[in-house]
């Protein structure tokens, strides 16, 4: 926010507290010192540095695993359940009042949307930090149906996105981001959502140190979370088919005390049919290998799939290949004739221990049928090995087993308390 565009005023004018002690409040909101603080309209807004996933003190950040509480939150997601929550969201846009949402910095562009992100300072919410996605109205049309009609071929469907997002908010889905609303003026619309204050996964993935013991053991607590919240997803009935670094956001809460946790974002692609056909998603380079076959496909082991390029990204900083589009990709191809996951300088993953190379190698199988499963209930009568029997993570897989499904007695417990598990 730009002093001169508002109207300042004394913080003591205004406020009860005096200008420490507001700072000491934003502090703690979202885990920075401010530069200055001011008022608009008898809510403080704070001017500061950007707090992303290099600024973070702690390293390794701790991680906090949350599991379901209730048994409800569970309920599989039908595609009725779905298309009425597009409908509610785009039935229920307010109007975008700018002054409302004091611009801080961009965030990144929202390509397949044809817009970006920006992150402000809600007034509407008290003075909150929030995401805003920023999308033309010639792109989002009134409605899902309408957009349907006017871009049939897409593969991304921004209504899909906020009415799985507003779903996964009402069944308690905590690694998401919150709908907070969303707005719309004569050229735009606006959907807000709570922030994710740590970056993304992508920025997560360049840090030291490089592949090895180290960096593996800083991994771990991470992967398990991202592979519980992708599992979780699936037994809502919902396959994601966009899992990338990107996509992938990371985040605490420095007011409650809770450690890292990520978000999954961007649900423009998902599914709830378990089974497509023609159907490619993705980045080019996560595409499992059967997005591009005739057959129909397990939307499911193609998470598992782009998973598995996602860990790679993890490990040895860098993609393992440009794309999995048959013949246009010399890297991949020499994946499929040779089985070797080699760096993205064509290296053997120097580093890697034997237990993360097992689990890369199940995660990224050409034939889905041998693939590694997240330990879904849909799988169970197959008896498929899954991602938590790999000795790489090992305690974790072990506990997580014994909690799915979920003992009675935790459905007594606080919606909200986390589920510390050992790693």
Not at 282 to 306: C, I, R, S
Request: charged share 20%; proline share 7%.
């Amino acid at each position: 926010a730009r002093g001169a565009a508002m109207n300042w005023r004394s913080p003591l004018e205004a406020c009860r507290r005096s200008l420490a002690e507001q700072a000491a409040l934003v502090k703690c909101d979202i885990g920075c010192d401010p530069q200055s603080l001011g008022v608009q309209n008898n809510v403080t807004c704070a001017i500061m540095p950007w707090c992303g996933i290099d600024d973070m003190g702690e390293w390794p950040p701790p991680i906090d695993m949350r599991l379901p509480d209730w048994e409800d939150d569970m309920r599989p997601v039908s595609q009725e359940e779905l298309e009425e929550s597009m409908a509610t969201v785009s039935n229920s846009i307010r109007p975008w009042e700018p002054d409302s949402f004091i611009h801080v910095r961009h965030l990144q562009d929202a390509l397949g949307n044809h817009g970006f992100v920006e992150m402000r300072q809600s007034l509407l919410h008290g003075g909150r930090f929030v995401a805003v996605k920023s999308m033309p109205n010639r792109w989002v049309s009134v409605g899902h149906e309408e957009f349907r009609q006017r871009y049939p071929l897409s593969p991304e469907f921004p209504w899909v996105d906020l009415g799985i997002l507003r779903l996964l908010n009402q069944r308690r889905f905590p690694y998401t981001c919150d709908l907070l609303g969303v707005f719309g003026d004569s050229n735009s619309t606006f959907a807000v959502m709570s922030l994710a204050r740590c970056g993304d996964l992508l920025s997560w993935s360049a840090r030291p140190p490089a592949l090895g013991p180290e960096r593996e053991e800083i991994m771990k607590a991470i992967v398990a979370q991202i592979f519980l919240a992708v599992r979780w997803l699936h037994e809502l009935g919902i396959a994601h088919r966009d899992l990338s670094p990107e996509n992938i956001l990371m985040t605490d809460d420095t007011a409650e005390g809770v450690g890292m946790q990520i978000r999954l974002v961007d649900f423009g692609m998902a599914t709830t049919r378990r089974w497509c056909q023609r159907e490619v998603r993705g980045k080019e380079g996560f595409q499992a290998p059967e997005m591009h076959g005739q057959e129909p496909y397990d939307a499911l082991l193609t998470d598992a799939f782009q998973l598995g390029v996602l860990l790679f990204i993890m490990a040895a900083r860098g993609r393992p290949w440009a794309t999995t589009r048959p013949g246009a990709c010399a890297r991949f191809g020499q994946f499929v004739a040779s089985r070797r996951l080699m760096s993205s300088s064509g290296d053997p993953l120097a580093g890697c221990s034997a237990a993360l190379l097992t689990l890369l190698e199940g995660l990224l199988q050409l034939d889905p049928r041998q693939r590694l499963t997240l330990g879904e209930a849909f799988f169970a009568e197959e008896d498929r090995a899954s991602v938590w029997g790999v000795a790489w993570l090992g305690d974790v897989g072990e506990v997580v087993d014994q909690r799915w499904p979920w003992p009675g007695s935790i459905a007594s417990e606080a919606v909200t308390k986390a589920a510390h598990l050992p790693f």
